[in-house]
């Protein structure tokens, strides 16, 4: 069993910036793929960006250019930052951990962080 931690969120003007931490903690060894993931308001879930254990990313195209998703091995942490944000940012903004062997969605996750964005 993993357990993911995230932090970071909160309350932020259109073209602010914040940075958003899941620290994981239990069985990581199994963990292959970290992926953030954010739900709005009577919204489908949507995938923010993701990244393996050896750093390959992957990132959703509305956030490209202006999100960076990175991992410290060591810290069993992987953090988002989030530059030039938007109104339509806002959501709420999970954290997901899988082995490559479990299906998307599926896996271990976090309780969420608010983001809330004013223009």
């Known amino acids: 069993q993993v357990q993911l931690v995230e932090s970071g969120g909160g309350l932020v003007q259109a073209g602010g910036s914040l940075r958003l931490s899941c620290v994981g903690s239990?069985?990581?060894?199994?963990?292959?793929?970290i992926t953030w993931y954010r739900q709005a308001p009577g919204k489908q879930r949507e995938l923010v960006a993701a990244?393996?254990?050896?750093?390959?990313?992957n990132y959703a195209e509305s956030v490209k250019g202006r999100f960076t998703i990175s991992i410290d091995n060591a810290k069993n942490t992987v953090s988002l930052q989030m530059n030039s944000l938007k109104p339509e940012d806002t959501a709420v903004y999970y954290c997901?951990?899988?082995?490559?062997?479990?299906?998307?969605?599926?896996?271990?996750w976090g309780q969420g962080t608010q983001v809330t964005v004013s223009s």
């Open positions: 997901n951990a899988r082995s490559i062997a479990t299906a998307p969605g599926l896996g271990s």
């Open positions: 239990g069985s990581i060894f199994r963990i292959n793929i």
């Open positions: 990244i393996t254990g050896g750093g390959s990313t």
